[in-house]
């Protein structure tokens, strides 16, 4: 019988799956490693992260406007992507020059040990999951890449004289050559896959951080927030609850790994322009007199209509207080806020200390924070949009000017100082939603946080504003849900929405984009009656 030779394309794939699962296993092995040492010396995470540090404004907002709180995930995904894919082209460069192809690997291991060490709090040490996820990968291509040859070989394509050479061509027949290759690159793949989903896996439960939370019983407020009045949800079916479940909280921040910080060893640093520099553990927080506010908090990123936004009971220190024990010098107009991860972000002084319940916070509706809400310890501040207020897993606190130091996004195109814009939205019915026939119930959201809102708007299919009915009012620093009955002709509709604040403010209707200090816009939706 004679023997065809395998297509050139043929030929090539398992030199180029070879490079793919090689790359696979230096993440898997990687990331499993640093689950076990350290979660902030994955190489997957490093990089990412020091992608988000470079990522332009109109990138990132593009990126949260498509995916929402995805974003983070499709990021990983990409990245994983792009990875095997370049790892594909190193294993056709193994399949002629196998030295070559190792020494490239070593080489482009390098990027991500540095990302490594470019991270907050990471030292040479820190390397090792690299280095160790960096050597297997080798010696997993240099195995593949012989398991392909022999494959090729038998295959009728001709030995390569720099693999196949004193006496590698095996007495084995093709297919025995064939299902050595298929059961090498399957172990390959089973082990990569089962290291990368362990090793976020273990990151996400085998911390001291973890068992701590769960242990953690807070002490009671000494100021409690007020009971919640009757009837401060909207009627409307299908509306969002008044107070958004943890679970459910958006979050929106650059920490690829949500750091994971013991409250033992966690303290914060006050000091700057202040006249009393200190620093600050978890167990003398908690020893303070802590209060209760009732606070929504929002993102700048949220586009008009959006659901970047969430209402909570949150448990902390006053702010105020806070600084007015380090005694801020004249002169200082700015706190700069910086979190375990590196991200800081920049807060008037005037907003800290204007009697607003600004908290160092350290429970959230009842609880401990989730650990991706900031534990042990986060910011909360009332009428600013998060990124120059909200900075999570805080441990550092400087005094000082706007004209001396800029935060994380200010230094990418977005506004020094960030409150939040006059606001409303429609919940339901939602866009593109057809109703049944008969009468139905609007219903939305608004705010205008320390201020309060006096009344919201809606107007059906371009007619006259009518005035919602609100919903019981929390307090100025929570949104209000409200609600309007109508009844309309089957066939498609548009409603649209604005809300007026206790100011007189009436919501604008000029469209703009989140960049750079938010979006501002009437909500409308189209919607259908059949």
């Known amino acids: 019988m004679t023997r065809h030779a395998e297509p050139g394309s043929a030929r090539g794939w398992p030199f ?3 490079g793919a699962l090689a790359a696979a296993l230096l993440l898997g092995i990687a990331e499993i490693a640093s689950a076990l040492f350290s979660p902030v010396s994955s190489p997957l995470v490093a990089v990412g992260a020091a992608f988000i540090d470079i990522t332009p404004a109109w990138l990132k907002d593009f990126a949260i406007d498509v995916f929402g709180t995805a974003d983070k995930l499709v990021l990983m995904v990409s990245m994983g992507v792009v990875a095997l894919a370049l790892a594909a082209v190193l294993g056709l460069i193994a399949r002629r020059r196998l030295a070559l192809a190792s020494v490239l690997c070593a080489a482009i291991a390098v ?8 991270r907050p709090a990471t030292g040479l040490l820190d390397l090792l999951p690299t280095v160790l996820g960096g050597v297997c990968g080798i010696a997993a291509l240099n195995w593949l890449v012989r398991l392909a040859h022999r494959r090729t070989v038998l295959a009728g394509a001709g030995p ?3 693999i196949v050479e004193g006496g590698a061509a095996p007495d084995a027949g093709p297919e025995a050559a064939r299902r050595t290759f298929l059961i090498g690159a399957g172990l390959t793949a089973v082990v990569a896959v089962a290291a990368l989903v362990g090793g976020r896996a273990l ?16 002490p009671g407020a000494r100021r409690t927030a007020a009971q919640l009045p009757q009837g401060v949800g909207s009627p409307a079916p299908g509306m969002p609850p008044f107070v958004t479940p943890n679970g459910d909280f958006y979050r929106i ?3 690829l790994a949500v750091p994971r910080i013991d409250p033992s060893t966690w303290e914060l640093r006050v000091h700057g322009l202040v006249e009393e520099e200190f620093t600050l553990s978890f167990t003398e927080l908690l020893e303070l007199d802590l209060q209760e506010s009732w606070v929504t908090l929002t993102c700048v990123s949220n586009p008009v209509g959006g659901d970047l936004a969430g209402n909570a009971k949150w448990l902390g220190y006053p702010l105020q207080d806070l600084l007015a024990r380090a005694r801020p010098q004249e002169g200082a107009d700015m706190v700069l806020s ?9 807060t008037p002084l005037e907003v800290l200390t204007d009697g607003r319940d600004a908290l160092l916070a350290v429970g959230m509706n009842g609880e401990p924070l989730p650990l991706e809400h900031g534990f042990p310890v986060r910011m909360v501040v009332p009428g600013l949009y998060g990124y120059v207020s909200a900075t999570k897993w805080v441990v550092d606190l400087e005094v000082t000017r706007f004209e001396d130091k800029t935060a994380y996004w200010t230094d990418r195109g977005w506004s020094e100082r960030g409150p939040i814009k006059l606001a409303s939205r429609i919940d339901v019915p939602r866009g593109f939603e057809a ?6 119930v609007l219903g939305g959201t608004a705010w205008s946080q320390t201020i309060g809102i006096d009344r919201v708007q809606v107007q059906v299919d371009d007619g006259a504003w009518q005035d919602a009915t609100l919903a019981a009012e929390a307090t100025v620093d929570t949104w209000r849900q409200w609600s309007l ?13 604005r809300a007026v604040n206790r100011d007189g403010e009436v919501q604008t209707s000029d469209r703009a984009d989140t960049v750079p200090d938010g979006a501002s816009g009437w909500h409308e939706v189209q919607f259908s009656v059949e």
């Open 253 to 255: 921040d650059t920490a």
């Open 160 to 162: 390569s004289p720099r």
């Open 16 to 18: 180029a799956a070879s």
């Open 338 to 346: 910086t979190s375990a991860d590196g991200f800081s972000a920049s």
């Open 111 to 118: 990027l991500p040990g540095a990302a490594v060490l470019s």
């Open 485 to 497: 009955d109508w009844e309309g002709e089957p066939g498609n509709h548009k409603a649209r929405v």
């Open 203 to 218: 990151s996400a439960v085998s911390t001291a951080a973890v068992a701590t939370r769960d242990a953690l019983r807070l």
């Open 435 to 440: 109703v049944p026939a008969g009468g139905m």
